[in-house]
């Protein structure tokens, strides 16, 4: 939640479609973070629905940068490579101590699973937008923006598959009664 609170305004201030996947990003998991703390306890089919809805938001995500790539194209902007870098360094470390958190209970269960491949996603997102800010400043273009912001929408895509899948596949495995 703090991440997303403090990359809220990142995006529409510097015109950043990389940053946006982040924030979108950052949103999604507030959410299902907060779902899947709720159902720590509960059954695997619980679980394994939580995984679908956190598979779905990811794939939504990954939409709304796509749109966002289009309309960048339409009206090309050179993003504002400061504000880009400020909101990308503190959404690293806001994800880096959750990733940190996560590290023991990635492989506990379905649930888990997929909240630790959403901060894994954050991490390589972060990192990914310090290097454009970087790039965007150095050469005055909005070219690295949507270069990368097309391969973070490529990452969600596949990581919003392997989240699906799992779901899937664990809700085909019945509980015993």
Known sequence: ?????????GPWVSGSSSLLSGTLDNFGDALT????FLVVGASMVIKARVALLK???????????????????????????????????LNLVANGVCLWLLMPHRDDDVNMTSV????????????????TAGLVW???????????????????????????TRAWTALQVREPA
Do not use: K, Q
């Open 33 to 36: 973070y907060g779902i899947s």
């Open 116 to 131: 630790w491949e959403c901060s894994l996603n954050d991490i390589y997102e972060g990192v990914s937008v310090i290097v």
């Open 138 to 164: 150095m050469l005055d273009s909005y070219w690295p923006d949507l270069l990368v912001a097309f391969v973070l929408l490529i990452l969600f895509t596949r990581s919003a598959v392997r989240v699906l």
């Open 55 to 89: 598979g779905c938001l990811i794939l939504l995500a990954a939409i709304a940068v796509a749109m966002h790539i289009g309309y960048r194209l339409l009206h090309p902007d050179v993003p504002i490579a400061e504000l880009m870098g400020i909101a990308a360094v």
């Open 1 to 9: 939640v703090a991440a997303f609170l403090v990359m809220v305004a």
